[in-house]
């Protein structure tokens, strides 16, 4: 069983940066993959960035790409996303998410979710 709280979001400018961070509870994060999710006002929910148990491979949106990076600590069982560039269209609610890399990367079946943190990017 594993557990996820979201922090860091807010309100920022267009070009501004902001660090999501999840903390995740249980002794089998390391264990896991991790990504962020997002879901804009009238969106569906829409895949953000991945990153496998050993922090070696990731994967990203390519609205993202380039912006984005995400890392992970299993010391501290906490996965970041760092957003650099922000725009308005990265306004949404940000979820952090636990399972294997495969049902990340297509948003299916996914077990564990967190509540969510907002990021508002105003113009």
């Known amino acids: 069983q594993v557990q996820l709280v979201e922090s860091g979001g807010g309100l920022v400018q267009a070009g501004g940066s902001l660090r999501l961070s999840c903390a995740a509870s249980?002794?089998?994060?390391?264990?896991?993959?991790m990504g962020w999710f997002r879901q804009g006002p009238g969106k569906e929910r829409e895949f953000v960035a991945g990153?496998?148990?050993?922090?070696?491979?990731?994967y990203y949106a390519d609205s993202v790409k380039g912006r984005f990076t995400i890392s992970r600590d299993n010391a501290k069982n906490t996965v970041y996303l760092q957003m650099n560039s922000l725009k308005p269209e990265d306004t949404a609610v940000y979820y952090c998410?636990?399972?294997?890399?495969?049902?990340?990367?297509?948003?299916?079946?996914?077990?564990?979710w967190g509540q969510g943190t907002q990021v508002t990017v105003s113009s």
């Open positions: 998410a636990a399972d294997s890399l495969a049902r990340l990367r297509v948003g299916v079946q996914v077990n564990y």
């Open positions: 249980g002794r089998t994060f390391s264990s896991y993959a």
């Open positions: 990153i496998s148990w050993s922090g070696y491979n990731t």
